[in-house]
């Protein structure tokens, strides 16, 4: 069902931005699209071969997919076509209300009808939800009784961080030697600070995971993978404050700074820093 959606706005999208120009020959690939619009290349596939077989796209001998200009403006869509809605996003949606019941220091049992009804989906695509979810440590499964909610525990945060922050400056010193200059550039260019209040934030999260997967160390990458996946959530749902979210901005270059310097001693001091004090709105919820 959510394929179906999905493949149904982007192929909406798609007639929309082609008739506009917007984009550009080379963008019209799978792995383009995908990265685009950030999805599975399955919905991609699917849209695509539906503006194939109503014409607005064709392939070449070469395989290279082209936009069939007569069939836009046959179409008129060039000034008509108002750009699409994206789906509702059922997971965040979910994830969020699961995230606020918890941090509200709430423990209570799901039920998947009542769910689905709740959130007009399907029980089958609540139940992926639920599963999904209980991945990442916010939902467990308990036979007979439904999903428990993890309740939100400030001990638990502080001892998370103890440890993360033994193993993420550990994996800092493994993989410093293989670390490229481009992604860590490229990253820093991923956070900047908005120049005025009504910008909107820029952040790239993905040093941590970067620095814990060049640590080649099975244990380290074992360590997050099972313990990290809720604690990650909660750090997203804290960077919607604004304050919270500009502080970590302006750490996060700090560290890709000293780390595109080489200077190890520094970036060492700045992540360790960065990983301790970044989470002012989470620290004041004393549960």
Not at 211 to 239: A, C, P, Q, T, V
Not at 258 to 265: C, F, G, R, S, V
Request: proline share 4%.
């Amino acid at each position: 069902m959510q394929i179906l959606t999905l493949t149904k706005y982007i192929k909406a999208d798609l007639i929309a931005r082609l008739s506009r120009d917007e984009l550009p020959p080379e963008s019209l690939t799978l792995a383009a699209l995908s990265d685009h619009y950030q999805v599975s290349v399955t919905p991609i596939y699917h849209a695509i071969n539906e503006l194939i077989e109503e014409g607005y796209l064709y392939r070449e001998k070469n395989r290279r997919l082209c936009v069939n200009l007569d069939k836009m403006d046959d179409a008129q869509t060039a000034a008509q076509t108002p750009q699409p809605a994206p789906p509702e996003d059922h997971f965040k949606r979910i994830t969020d209300d699961l995230l606020t019941m918890s941090l509200n220091g709430e423990s209570v049992f799901l039920r998947e009808m009542a769910s689905a009804k709740k959130y007009d989906i399907s029980r089958t695509s609540l139940r992926n939800i639920f599963n999904r979810l209980a991945g990442d440590g916010v939902l467990e499964h308990v036979p007979r009784r439904g999903w428990k909610l993890r309740s939100f525990n400030q001990h638990d945060l502080d001892a998370f961080i103890e440890v993360r922050v033994v193993l993420e400056l550990k994996a800092l010193d493994l993989a410093k030697e293989s670390l490229d200059r481009q992604v860590l550039q490229k990253i820093l260019d991923g956070n900047q600070v908005p120049t005025t209040d009504d910008e909107p934030l820029q952040i790239d999260n993905s040093l941590h995971e970067y620095l814990i997967k060049h640590s080649d160390n099975y244990y380290i990458i074992s360590f997050f993978d099972r313990h990290g996946r809720y604690f990650d959530l909660l750090f997203l749902w804290e960077s919607n404050d604004r304050a919270a979210a500009i502080q970590e901005i302006q750490q996060h270059q700090r560290i890709l700074t000293a780390l595109l310097k080489k200077d190890w001693a520094k970036a060492r001091e700045e992540l360790e820093f960065h990983l301790r004090s970044n989470h002012p709105v989470l620290s004041q919820l004393k549960r």
